[in-house]
């Protein structure tokens, strides 16, 4: 009996597909995500580029 | 090696590169996680390279300890500081994770107390070093401190949420993360995109502070 009950839980399990963001992707909107996020690792790298640049002109400009 | 550049522009394409395919590539479809799986190459990803850092973190007061050259311990601090920043990400965006995958911010499962406490003892390292006034005293303290927190790491954060029952996979022995196992479209994004990415980010802000401190220390001997 309780065999019985746990094969058909099991069953509706396996007929649900677990939903997926195609809603984001069919409407284009995933492509904000990654804008935003290539935007923000953008400025990150910006801002490393040019502090690695201010120290490496400090060392120049003070080597002996 | 600090000051070359190839390896800092390879850090901006990995995470470019994870960024984009991270969200436009495809995933598997698990119940539950659903599209937040890609939390993998970011969340699971905090924690890979913040236990690189330690590993170098810890290497490098080993070194001091041997060798005694202030340059080690500096390394040792700074990649240790790192490591801490990427810990706090790891932890924050598990928190978020959770939220959505199991109800809540935080669970008190065991991975996250023991990333916490984990965290906790590496911060411990940074106040034990403040509170010595003699620099010889606190980078030699401060290296058999580090060396004590990186083996904690393991109790809190591989062996004992293995070992009980937790949210997080690998519970009570259960298969744990490993690449093996993954889907390998993410196994490609994670080993090629971010955890080179992430390290290499990681390891390029630990350069910047460590240059910006041998500077300071050069700059003062010649006053």
């Known amino acids: 009996m309780i065999q019985t009950i746990f094969v058909e839980a099991q069953d509706s399990l396996q007929k649900e597909k677990p939903q997926m963001a195609e809603l984001m992707r069919s409407n284009g909107k995933i492509y904000v995500v990654v804008a935003v996020l290539i935007i923000i690792l953008g400025g990150l790298f910006f801002y490393l580029i040019n502090l690695d640049r201010k120290i490496s002109r400090l060392e120049k400009k003070t080597k002996i | 090696m600090l000051r070359k550049n190839w390896w800092k522009i390879l850090s901006i394409i990995f995470l470019l590169y994870t960024v984009t395919a991270g969200f436009l590539g495809g995933v598997p479809a698990k119940p539950i996680l659903n599209e937040t799986i890609r939390n993998l190459y970011f969340h699971v990803a905090m924690w890979m390279a913040m236990m690189i850092f330690f590993i170098i973190s810890v290497v490098y007061s080993v070194r001091y300890l041997r060798h005694n050259k202030p340059v080690d311990d500096i390394y040792a601090v700074e990649f240790a500081r790192t490591g801490i920043v ?62 004590f927190a990186f083996s904690m790491l393991f109790p809190t954060i591989w062996i004992i949420p293995r070992l009980v029952e937790s949210l997080h996979p690998g519970g009570m022995g259960n298969p744990a993360f490993n690449t093996k196992d993954i889907d390998s479209r993410m196994r490609l994004i994670f080993d090629l995109g971010a955890i080179p990415g992430w390290t290499l980010l990681g390891v390029w802000i630990s350069s910047l502070r460590i240059r910006l401190k041998l500077f300071s220390l050069k700059h003062e001997i010649h006053e």
């Open chain 2, 86 to 147: 990427f810990g706090l990400m790891g932890l924050l965006t598990g928190s978020v994770w959770a939220k959505y995958a199991w109800g809540a911010f935080w669970s008190n499962d065991p991975k996250q107390l023991g990333a916490a406490i984990a965290l906790l003892i590496y911060l411990a390292y940074f106040v034990l070093r403040n509170s010595l006034t003699d620099m010889d005293k606190a980078a030699r303290i401060g290296s058999v401190y580090n060396i």
